[in-house]
């Protein structure tokens, strides 16, 4: 069943697959996989060959591997299907990522490194998604992270929710975020009283 049902008899055309998946690895690092894949109803002419009908016309990945601060330490980019041969010649241009911090500004530092004729417009597009997988990923890593922290130091105050703020949701003076708040406090305090005892 459609999410949204046609409101027209319609025929399929052309289908995007966008994946993302977030891993904690062994030394603590994480790893966000992207995965693009386009596809047609029906047999295309791109401008070198005939791609038939249900064969990958993009087919990519992209791994970032990040740390606690969203610090990007590695990028592997791979194209696996492309219309044109040479599409696979610009991955190598995605180590320009390393040592990013993926946050505020993100996305303007990404077009300036791979936007435009700098990248490839499908592998850079699957850096949204993924930005937003990190945060999904690491949310309670990061927060476990502090806790401990504050555990072990007696100065150290653990951050707000960061995302407090980014919806209408989570609006700084909504009862979600307020709930967030309430129960955030608390947590500090229950690790605060263990570094004392």
Not at 7 to 29: F, I, M, P
Request: with cysteine; proline share 6%.
């Amino acid at each position: 069943m459609n999410e949204i049902p046609p409101t027209h008899a319609r025929r399929q055309l052309h289908t995007r697959q966008v994946s993302c998946t977030g891993y904690l690895r062994d030394d603590g690092l994480i790893d966000i996989e992207g995965r693009l894949l386009d596809t047609k109803a029906n047999d295309h002419q791109s401008v070198e060959r005939m791609i038939p009908a249900g064969e990958p016309c993009h087919l990519m990945h992209l791994r970032l591997t990040v740390d606690l601060d969203f610090v990007i330490r590695e990028v592997k980019a791979v194209t696996e299907a492309a219309p044109l041969s040479g599409c696979n010649q610009i991955t190598p241009a995605y180590q320009a990522l390393v040592g990013l911090r993926i946050g505020p500004g993100f996305t303007r530092q990404v077009n300036l490194r791979v936007g435009g004729v700098r990248g490839c417009t499908h592998l850079t597009e699957l850096l949204g998604p993924m930005a937003t997988t990190l945060f999904q990923t690491a949310s309670g890593l990061r927060r476990q992270a502090e806790l401990e922290r504050a555990a072990r130091e007696p100065g150290f105050d653990p951050a707000q929710p960061f995302f407090i703020g980014t919806c209408h949701t989570f609006h700084p003076e909504g009862e979600a975020a307020q709930a967030l708040d309430q129960r955030w406090q608390e947590e500090n305090l229950i690790a605060k009283r263990s570094h004392d005892q």
